[in-house]
């Protein structure tokens, strides 16, 4: 029965493929080609055995605990720095359909169990086309194993041959590279390792949600306890929690989102426990002890040292991988020693307001804990900061990088990319289709209308116009910072006009008010209701 499910996902997603080319309205051949790099966990990966079968094994719902197991699950080697799977028989491919755009679009499209698709640029490639962009002429994806390191030399060989691929394709122009989560990190790492190639085909890059310091409560917490991507019954159908954390306790890639111990955090993060200690003469204390990025290692260490997995019938040691830590640490190296081109653009988008994992603290002081290796199976507790819900807005705002602009965006993680105000910007700064008279990148706010509404009548020998218009305005609001949008009165004002007329002119006359409504974080609702009157001759 599974099997027959999976072969009709599959009818039905070649099917969705084929209807999906449908001619495009408009094409702009002026506009300089974009390449979007997704962060991890955001491609299409593909299991390819020694016969050359392919089967999809990220992502997918049915079986996909299953698979993750045994084809995705691996094992790092200090050697090479690439993190290997534990199937000898298969080795992983991202597909190159669409010209890469496909396996950085719609993840899978659940369509057995009725759930959300798992969306990724799919919005923005939409928009993209709107704006004139075509797909394999000026618009390009670049997927990849997001496992491995961001520095895996075989990756970045594939991105400088993905990046003389779109300028060949383009007629020869740079291109912009538009990044989301840790593709800023491959990014930057190819930038400082491939410098005269970076520089050679790029024009510009823009960066989104970008962990340039680390997520650090996000990984604290998936390094010792794991991470659920859905909740509830739903889980039956997907990756569980604990296969997940056994996967990314080989991955690089997941070590190198640490917090970044040389950075100057305004609150540094910390891995919390109450625990339960005992004095010489026996008696118990309870103590809340505190470690920084740097002390939380001995913590991991301790924590998973009796981690284990079983693979095709033989237990796998995996603790805290303190070669990778050591990989990762040279990458971080390379991060904070990157340097931008002068003749790149650099731009930073970022999340902001949502409570965003900071310090993560474990045990209560009812309820401490006694044995460390109890940290997995126990919830952790978060103090938050402001953020897209992963990374801290003082991580994704600290590039090191002389950016053109740094804008802060109200969104979580994956969903700032399909956020009307970020496609506004990105169109400002694309210089793509006609120019946006409602964006004002001066002040960075934005205009969106929200309803139109215009009438016209005949009444007693006049004619009657009214008309109704109402706009959201995001923006930086620094009376937010004083008062609560709750406290704040609408703000109202009128005008009106008229032309008493004579013979050869009509008389007229209109009147229009406007009711700003403060929404509070950067937002105001505004109201414009009008009415004209013009006496018929």
Same mark, same amino acid.
């Given at each position: 029965?599974?099997?027959?499910?999976?072969?009709?996902?599959?009818?039905?997603?070649?099917? $969705?493929?084929?209807?999906?080319?449908?001619?495009?309205?408009?094409?702009?051949?002026? *506009?300089?080609?974009?390449?979007?790099?997704?962060?991890?966990?955001?491609?299409?990966?593909?299991?390819?055995?020694?016969?050359?079968?392919?089967?999809?094994?990220?992502?997918?719902?049915?079986?996909?605990?299953?698979? &993750?197991?045994?084809?995705?699950?691996?094992?790092?080697?200090?050697?090479?720095? @690439?993190?290997?799977?534990?199937?000898?028989?298969?080795?992983?491919?991202?597909?190159?359909?669409?010209?890469?755009?496909?396996?950085?679009?719609?993840?899978?499209?659940?369509?057995?169990?009725?759930?959300?698709?798992?969306?990724? =640029?799919?919005?923005?490639?939409?928009?993209?086309?709107?704006?004139?962009?075509?797909?394999? @002429?000026?618009?390009?994806?670049?997927?990849?194993?997001?496992?491995?390191?961001?520095?895996?030399?075989?990756?970045?060989?594939?991105?400088?041959?993905?990046?003389?691929?779109? =300028?060949?394709?383009?007629?020869?122009?740079?291109?912009?590279?538009?990044?989301?989560?840790?593709?800023?990190?491959?990014?930057?790492?190819?930038? &400082?390792?491939?410098?005269?190639?970076?520089?050679?085909?790029?024009?510009?890059?823009?960066?989104?949600?970008?962990?340039?310091?680390?997520?650090?409560?996000?990984?604290?917490?998936?390094?010792?306890?794991?991470?659920?991507?859905?909740?509830?019954?739903?889980?039956?159908? =997907?990756?569980?929690?604990?296969?997940?954390?056994? $996967?990314? *306790?080989?991955?690089?890639?997941?070590?190198?989102?640490?917090?970044?111990?040389?950075?100057?955090?305004?609150?540094?993060?910390?891995?919390?426990?109450?625990?339960?200690? &005992?004095?010489?003469?026996?008696?118990?204390?309870?103590?809340?002890?505190?470690?920084?990025?740097?002390?939380?290692?001995?913590?991991?260490?301790?924590?998973?040292?009796?981690?284990?997995?079983?693979?095709?019938?033989?237990?796998?040691?995996?603790? =805290?991988?303190?070669?990778?830590?050591?990989?990762?640490?040279?990458?971080?190296?390379?991060?904070?020693?990157?340097?931008?081109?002068?003749?790149? @653009?650099?731009?930073?988008?970022?999340?902001?307001?949502?409570?965003?994992?900071?310090?993560?603290?474990?045990?209560?002081?009812?309820?401490?804990?006694?044995?460390?290796?109890?940290?997995?199976?126990?919830?952790?507790?978060?103090? &938050?900061?402001?953020?897209?819900?992963?990374?801290?807005?003082?991580?994704?705002?600290?590039?090191? *990088?002389?950016?053109?602009?740094?804008?802060?965006?109200?969104?979580?993680?994956?969903?700032?990319?399909?956020?009307?105000?970020?496609?506004?910007?990105?169109?400002?700064?694309?210089?793509?289709?006609?120019?946006?008279?409602?964006?004002?990148?001066?002040?960075?706010?934005?205009?969106?209308?929200?309803?139109?509404?215009?009438?016209?009548?005949?009444?007693?020998?006049?004619?009657?116009?009214?008309?109704?218009?109402?706009?959201?305005?995001?923006?930086?609001?620094?009376?937010?910072?004083?008062?609560?949008?709750?406290?704040?009165?609408?703000?109202?004002?009128?005008?009106?006009?008229?032309?008493?007329?004579?013979?050869?002119?009509?008389?007229?006359?209109?009147?229009?008010?406007?009711?700003?409504?403060?929404?509070?974080?950067?937002?105001?609702?505004?109201?414009?209701?009008?009415?004209?009157?013009?006496?018929?001759?």
């Amino acid at each position: 029965m599974v099997m027959l499910l999976e072969d009709i996902v599959e009818s039905v997603e070649l099917w $969705l493929k084929l209807i999906r080319k449908k001619p495009q309205p408009y094409v702009d051949p002026d *506009l300089d080609p974009v390449l979007l790099v997704p962060g991890i966990a955001g491609s299409i990966l593909k299991a390819v055995d020694d016969k050359g079968r392919e089967e999809r094994v990220w992502v997918r719902i049915l079986s996909a605990d299953y698979k &993750c197991r045994t084809k995705l699950w691996s094992l790092f080697d200090p050697s090479t720095g @690439k993190t290997v799977s534990l199937d000898p028989k298969s080795n992983l491919s991202v597909p190159e359909d669409r010209d890469g755009l496909y396996a950085i679009d719609i993840l899978d499209p659940d369509l057995v169990i009725g759930r959300d698709c798992v969306y990724y =640029f799919h919005d923005m490639i939409v928009e993209m086309i709107k704006w004139g962009f075509q797909e394999g @002429k000026t618009l390009f994806g670049f997927g990849y194993d997001f496992r491995q390191s961001n520095r895996c030399q075989e990756t970045l060989e594939l991105l400088a041959a993905k990046m003389e691929t779109v =300028f060949t394709a383009s007629g020869g122009k740079k291109l912009t590279i538009i990044t989301h989560s840790m593709g800023g990190l491959l990014v930057k790492c190819f930038m &400082c390792l491939h410098s005269d190639i970076f520089e050679k085909y790029v024009k510009s890059w823009i960066a989104i949600a970008a962990p340039f310091q680390g997520a650090p409560g996000y990984v604290t917490s998936t390094f010792v306890n794991g991470m659920s991507f859905v909740e509830g019954w739903e889980q039956n159908f =997907f990756i569980s929690k604990w296969s997940m954390h056994q $996967l990314l *306790l080989e991955c690089p890639s997941f070590y190198e989102l640490m917090a970044c111990p040389d950075f100057c955090w305004e609150n540094s993060p910390l891995l919390q426990i109450w625990k339960q200690n &005992c004095d010489s003469d026996g008696n118990s204390n309870i103590l809340l002890e505190s470690y920084s990025p740097e002390e939380s290692i001995s913590i991991f260490t301790e924590a998973l040292s009796t981690n284990t997995v079983k693979y095709d019938g033989v237990d796998i040691p995996l603790p =805290f991988n303190l070669e990778i830590l050591k990989w990762a640490n040279e990458t971080r190296k390379v991060l904070s020693s990157a340097k931008l081109p002068p003749q790149v @653009k650099f731009y930073n988008v970022y999340g902001t307001n949502l409570e965003t994992p900071h310090s993560v603290c474990y045990g209560s002081e009812g309820a401490p804990v006694t044995d460390l290796q109890q940290l997995p199976s126990l919830m952790a507790n978060y103090v &938050c900061v402001d953020g897209d819900g992963t990374v801290p807005v003082e991580s994704a705002k600290v590039d090191g *990088l002389n950016a053109e602009a740094r804008v802060g965006i109200p969104g979580e993680h994956r969903g700032i990319l399909c956020d009307r105000h970020l496609f506004r910007i990105l169109k400002h700064w694309l210089d793509a289709g006609d120019p946006d008279p409602f964006y004002n990148p001066l002040n960075d706010y934005v205009i969106l209308p929200t309803l139109f509404e215009i009438e016209r009548h005949q009444e007693k020998g006049f004619q009657v116009t009214s008309l109704k218009e109402e706009w959201e305005i995001i923006g930086k609001d620094q009376d937010d910072q004083v008062t609560g949008a709750a406290d704040r009165k609408p703000l109202v004002s009128s005008i009106s006009v008229s032309n008493v007329g004579d013979e050869k002119s009509m008389r007229e006359e209109a009147r229009a008010t406007v009711i700003v409504h403060p929404r509070g974080e950067g937002r105001q609702h505004v109201e414009l209701n009008a009415v004209s009157v013009t006496a018929n001759v």
